[in-house]
């Protein structure tokens, strides 16, 4: 079993509607879980991060932890063409600050 | 502020050649992670230092060298570089007091 998972995409959405991006993972031991948007050909950008069971927003996102289902998820109103990118999903356990990613997810909106 | 910085932005190299990758954090950042991308994955944990301590190492082989300067700045070095090397080489710094990383534009190595 993986360690994080993600469904590789693409996932394609209207301009205006809600994406909605899923990740499990499968240590539950794992304490933080951070959201990076990746554009074709640059390094990975923070958007979002949670530590605690229930929803945390920011503007247009959404991050949602439930830790007994081992779940986290981004949701993003109003998509944007700019938008599309690869979202990745990252965890650390405990004081390890390494972070483990799935594979990504690779969101498209059209306009 | 500015953010994190990495150099040299592309490399092209041949196989069993070394190679020096180097990364500057955000200012007040005193640790510094590397990560290695190959096209369709995540990033994958090489190594993680703290005020010039490793604190963590990935599942990369001992071709794959790191360290840490009093000024917080690092350099990840491969030796006897091989073809399935070639990868997008990214640092992330953070404060060692919060668990948020960012990452620098990356270093793109082809080995050929």
């Known amino acids: 079993q993986k360690e994080v998972e993600q469904n590789s995409g693409p996932l394609s959405v209207p301009e205006g509607a809600i994406a909605s991006l899923n990740c499990t993972y499968s240590?539950?031991?794992?304490?933080?879980f951070f959201w990076y948007r990746q554009y074709s050909g640059k390094s990975p950008e923070l958007i979002m991060f949670i530590y605690s069971n229930g929803d945390k927003e920011d503007g247009r996102f959404t991050a949602q932890l439930n830790k007994a289902s081992q779940y986290v998820s981004l949701l993003i109103r109003d998509s944007q063409p700019s938008d599309s990118a690869t979202y990745l999903c990252?965890?650390?356990?405990?004081?390890?600050?390494?972070?483990?990613f799935g594979k990504g997810t690779l969101l498209t909106v059209n306009p | 502020d500015a953010g994190v910085t990495q150099s040299p932005t592309h490399l092209i190299k041949t196989r069993g050649q070394q190679v020096t990758l180097r990364c500057s954090p955000i200012?007040?950042?005193?640790?510094v992670s590397w990560y290695q991308q190959v096209l369709g994955q995540g990033p994958q944990f090489i190594f993680q230092y703290y005020e010039k301590e490793e604190r963590g190492r990935g599942n990369f082989p001992d071709r794959f060298s790191a360290r840490q300067f009093p000024n917080y700045s690092s350099e990840l070095n491969v030796n006897a570089l091989l073809l399935g090397d070639s990868a997008l080489y990214l640092c992330?710094?953070?404060?060692?007091?919060?668990?948020?990383?960012?990452f620098g534009p990356g270093t793109r190595l082809t080995v050929t």
């Open positions: 992330a710094s953070f404060r060692d007091t919060t668990y948020e990383q960012y």
């Open positions: 990252a965890v650390t356990r405990g004081s390890n600050y390494k972070l483990t």
């Open positions: 200012s007040g950042h005193k640790s």
């Open positions: 240590d539950r031991g794992s304490q933080s």
